[in-house]
């Protein structure tokens, strides 16, 4: 394991490319890394899966990267408040599928830790169902919501030490902590990073094992 996972910005372009599945952190774009959404857009990266709580407006968070025409589909709990996540989705230039924030949550977390999916009451009965197994466990019905991995998670967090272990802040502790669990490549964007072993190790939500290179928010 690499001891300093810090890269320059310049590194981390050449990380991504076309129609590549990316989760991201974050809750109505507080949490979000906005630095590494930047990267995306401004290289034109396209064909994005993005697998995330919410589509945040057009104009903050991920949402940039949907108006820019950048993303093919999105797996969220919900788009209300980007209206044109709505529109491209009317205009079957979106693929976009609602997932309930809990289930959401645990389907990353399944993905993660290698689990073949969860079983969840919810959406049983609706239009939810349709096309999910279904099961029947002492007399309850349960849906089976498949696990959820991608290609690479982006993540925003307080602070790093130079290997990488991570210390989240209000709303950046949601998914971010899961996220990093769940993805073939995990890049961290932090407001500061400080020596190795300057983190008190009860702070720290996301080990350093799970973390392959960090980027200075700002520079």
Known sequence: ????????????????????????????????????????????TKDITLIGNDTAAPETGVGPLIS????????VSH???NPVTGKKMIAGELDVELVPQGTLAE?????????????T??????????????????GKSFLVELPLRADVAILKAKRADRAGNLVYERAGRNFNPIMALAA????????????????????????????????????
Do not use: H, N, Y
């Open 121 to 138: 009451p919810t959406g049983v009965g609706t239009v939810v169902e349709e096309g999910k197994t279904k099961m029947v466990v002492d």
């Open 184 to 219: 073939d490549l995990v890049i961290a964007e932090v407001d500061e990073i400080v020596e190795i072993g300057e983190i008190d190790p009860d702070l720290v939500m996301t080990p350093a094992a799970l973390v392959d290179k960090i980027v200075l928010r700002g520079q």
């Open 107 to 119: 389907r990353i977390r399944c993905g993660g830790a290698g689990l073949g999916g969860v079983l």
């Open 1 to 44: 394991m690499a001891l300093d996972k810090q890269v320059d910005w310049s590194e981390i372009g050449p990380l991504f490319r076309d129609g590549m599945s990316i989760m991201f952190g974050g809750f109505m774009a507080v949490g979000t890394p906005d630095g590494l959404v930047s990267v995306l857009r401004e290289q034109g």
């Open 79 to 81: 788009i209300g408040t």
């Open 68 to 75: 820019g025409g950048q993303v093919k589909r999105v797996v």
